[in-house]
């Protein structure tokens, strides 16, 4: 199986190579385009600032990239965000996969939120195996709210979509690289998708 994580120069690369890794599989870093289409799976991180993000992956041409893949794809918090329709962190439109935007959490909680939370209204392969309110590692200050395309919900001050589904393209707002046997159980499950 041909696993590519794409490099657009925010991602938490090694953690998720080291992940696969301990499941039996090299996963390739890439930012060439016949490599990412012609990969079985694809995965699609995210650490940073949205419009910074947004920006290298246009001045690279993978925001027209991403959306038009076929195969499998998983991406990660900031990923899974850039994903969305748009995000408030700086003012940003994203590819438009998910039909959500991604707004900040209120002053009401602390933010970021670091640290392991549950993960309830699980509602895909993605967590087959996966317990309800088994927990899982996040850290990020904006979510996307529940919406018809959520299949998973976590709770900080509210009810968000911790995961996200449409066609083939998957979102988690944690990170499962992080997140011990759950997130190793899913990123198996996405494997085999």
Known sequence: MKLVIVNYGAGNIQSIKFAF?????????????????????????????ASSAMHKLKASGLDRIIPALQQPVLGICLGMQLMCHSSEEGNTMGLGIFNTDVVRFTNSVKVPQIGWNQITNLKSDLFKGVIEKDHIYLVHSYYAPIC??????SDYEMPYSSALQKDNFYGVQ????????????????????
């Not at 992080?178 to 085999?192: A, D, P, T």
Request: charged share 30%; hydrophobic share 40%; net charge negative.
């Open 21 to 49: 890794k301990r499941l039996g599989h090299e996963a390739v870093l890439s930012d060439k385009t016949e490599e990412i289409m012609a990969a079985d799976r694809v995965i699609f991180p995210g650490v940073g600032e």
């Open 174 to 193: 944690f990170h499962p690289e992080k997140s011990s046997k759950v997130g190793s159980r899913i990123l198996k499950n996405f494997l085999e998708l």
């Open 148 to 153: 018809t395309e959520t299949i998973a919900v």
